[in-house]
């Protein structure tokens, strides 16, 4: 809930990250910059208020795996990026700086990743309560 | 394993998401608004930003405006202004073929102390905290961006004079994109202050502050 904030605060601002990240085409930028956020604020809402556990969760988990995938990516490359995971300005980081957050961010999304697991794991209705 | 109604749910949270999204950019100010779809050609070029290979250009010279561009209005002046001098011209000629130049600091100093038109790409919260004295506010990544560029055309400035463009320095592209506008509206000798706003406030020029030049 709180890294969407800033997102819903400032479109341009988060769709200048998502452009840095270079992994999204040109025309889906500005829709992406527009909607994720709102999305994982309202994931956020879910999980914290227990309404759409499950489906909170699944939705947080893809949003953690997109992240991941973009981090990791540009990490793999060499392409330092802000994150703009919790703050949609530039941090005016050397490259250097940058890039050992991206390896702090990916180790943050994973252990992030396991407590959706766990989530899914606990709401997961067992097979004798099935109907 | 997920279910039906998971899937359901999850998607009715993205529609949720969408209408929200959509409410939200309907009542955002200009600065905070976006169009759904952006276009940024250079969206998945990992490579340094290019200066040699130009856009196709809605104009195909200064003088013959495309239909989708505005003409210039008839009291555009007829001479060239005072930064396109001989001297400048022999320095920073004008360049067709390319979207933009990169130039040093010094060439920025010498187009700065002869009154160029300076650009700042940046967004406006950010241009207000400081900019270069006299520069204006062309900030890319904002909705209204093509509505000020077009504004600029209709000022019918000398499009072969030299306007220097500059952004946050370091990898930011802003530059860059802006360049590739004004490009395509015909302006012809665009040149980029490479190293940006960090560079002139570290060696110390003057900034002014607030949204006006």
């Known amino acids: ?131 | 394993m997920v279910r039906g109604s998971d899937v359901a749910r999850v998607f009715a949270l993205i529609v949720l998401g969408a209408g929200a999204a959509a409410l939200s950019n309907v009542t955002a100010s200009t600065q905070r608004k976006l169009a759904w779809v952006g276009s940024y050609p250079r969206a998945l070029d990992t490579g340094a930003p290019a200066t040699t290979s130009p856009p196709t250009r809605l104009v195909p010279t200064a003088s013959a405006p495309a239909a989708s561009v505005p003409a210039a209005p008839t009291s555009a002046p007829a001479a060239p202004p005072a930064a396109f001098e001989p001297d400048l011209a022999r320095d920073f000629p004008p360049h067709p073929g390319k979207a933009a130049v990169e130039i040093s600091s010094e060439a920025v100093e010498r187009l700065h102390d002869r009154k160029a038109l300076f650009l700042d790409a940046r967004r406006s919260s950010v241009y207000a905290e400081g900019h270069i004295p006299g520069a204006r506010s062309l900030p890319v990544w904002e909705s209204d961006i093509d509505t000020r560029v077009k504004a600029l055309f209709e000022e019918g400035l000398d499009q072969r004079a030299p306007v220097v463009i500059y952004c946050s320095g370091g990898n930011c592209e802003d530059s860059h994109m802006l360049a590739e506008k004004l490009y395509m509206v015909g302006f012809d000798n665009v040149l980029i202050y490479k190293d940006g706003f960090p560079d002139w406030q570290k060696r110390r020029h003057p900034v002014a502050t607030g949204a006006n030049p």
């Open chain 1, 1 to 131: 809930m709180i890294a969407a904030i800033p997102k819903i605060v400032d479109p341009p601002a988060f769709a200048h990250m998502i452009y840095n990240y270079r992994l999204v085409p040109g025309g889906a930028i500005n829709a992406m910059a527009l909607l994720l956020p709102w999305v994982e604020l309202l994931a956020g809402i879910g999980l914290i208020l227990g309404v759409w556990k499950r489906e909170a969760a699944i939705v947080a988990g893809l949003l953690l795996l997109v992240f991941l995938v973009a981090i990791g990516v540009n990490l793999a490359r060499g392409h330092a990026v802000d994150c703009g995971c919790f703050d949609v300005r530039s941090a005016g980081k050397s490259r250097d700086e940058l890039l050992l957050d991206m390896r702090r961010v990916l180790i943050r999304d994973v252990g992030l990743l396991l407590l959706v697991a766990q989530v899914l794991a606990a709401t997961r209705t067992p097979r004798w309560n099935r109907p």
